[in-house]
């Protein structure tokens, strides 16, 4: 099965998928950095399927919170020009507005 591909964002910040903007992760993380957090976050997520009370599920949960902050997905931006964090806004209401204007409406389709 591939995946689909989701537009970028010019300046590497964004990507788009259900018409939303969503946090890439940081750039600056080396490949072994990476690797190991995707393990992680990947673990935590079956961790929740598996979870059999809601205290598991907390535990889980706070598991993948901790590896999306550590990606750079949420918590503080990665980015230091005082750029505002526009996750899950609209690109279309964004300051990536006139970017996604621009796209053509299969490379839309992919991010709707």
């Known amino acids: 099965m591939s995946r689909a591909r ?25 490949e072994a950095q990476r690797q190991a957090w995707v393990s992680a976050l990947m673990a935590a997520r079956r961790a929740i ?12 949960r706070q598991q993948v919170q901790k590896a999306k902050e550590a990606l750079g997905e949420r918590g503080p931006v990665w980015w230091d020009d005082g750029a505002a964090d526009e996750t899950r806004r609209s690109p279309a209401n964004s300051s990536y507005a006139d970017w996604w ?11 709707g």
């Open 6 to 30: 989701y537009p970028h964002t010019p300046d590497g910040r964004y990507f788009v998928a259900r018409n939303r903007l969503w946090r890439c992760t940081d750039p600056s993380l080396d």
């Open 49 to 60: 399927r598996d979870a059999r009370d809601d205290a598991s599920v907390r535990a889980a």
């Open 101 to 111: 204007a621009s796209l053509s409406a299969e490379e839309r389709r992919a991010g």
